[in-house]
């Protein structure tokens, strides 16, 4: 049924585009995202993936695939340390495959899922950061300067663009 429907080029287009408005946005507002006393990251890929999961219903979308495309961009393209995000976002993905097969998927309970992968996304790729040595930041300062803020604005997003990203998926089914 993927094969026949609009998603099949639709879902990819959307994840590009968030791969690219994730940049954008850090650009245009990093001043307001990146102070000392609080970085905020927006992960819109993430949400476009684990959006994928929830309203995926009976189509196959490869979501883990594109997941894996997707980090390979990310690592090359923002973080400079190619594997990281290759195996995160395909991780989060899964993740949110195990957590819809015993929740309902709805706008409150994909708020939850979405509050775990953020928090398992970020925490990875701090836990990575630490591992090659691009940071020394200490854990109760990531948790209070980063993860925090991160996890305000990432939920914001999602409050804010579920609906119309609900909307784009009915669209292209």
Known sequence: MYRLSKLRFGFPIGLLLMLFLDGSISQIFSTHLFRPSAI??????????????????????????????????????????????????????????????????NFLSGLLIYFIDITMVEALGYLASRMVHLTSMAGSTFLVTTLGPTLALNLALFVVLYFPIRWVYNWLK
Do not use: N
């Not at 961009?73 to 195996?87: A, H, K, S």
């Open 40 to 105: 905020m990251v927006s992960h819109l890929v993430v949400l476009w993936l684990i959006a994928a999961v929830l309203f995926e219903d009976q189509y196959d979308i490869p979501i883990a695939r594109w997941a894996a495309a997707a980090g390979a961009i990310f690592d090359l393209y923002y973080t400079g340390i190619f594997g990281v995000y290759v195996f995160i976002f395909p991780l989060a993905v899964y993740l949110t495959r195990l957590m819809v097969a015993y929740i309902s998927p």
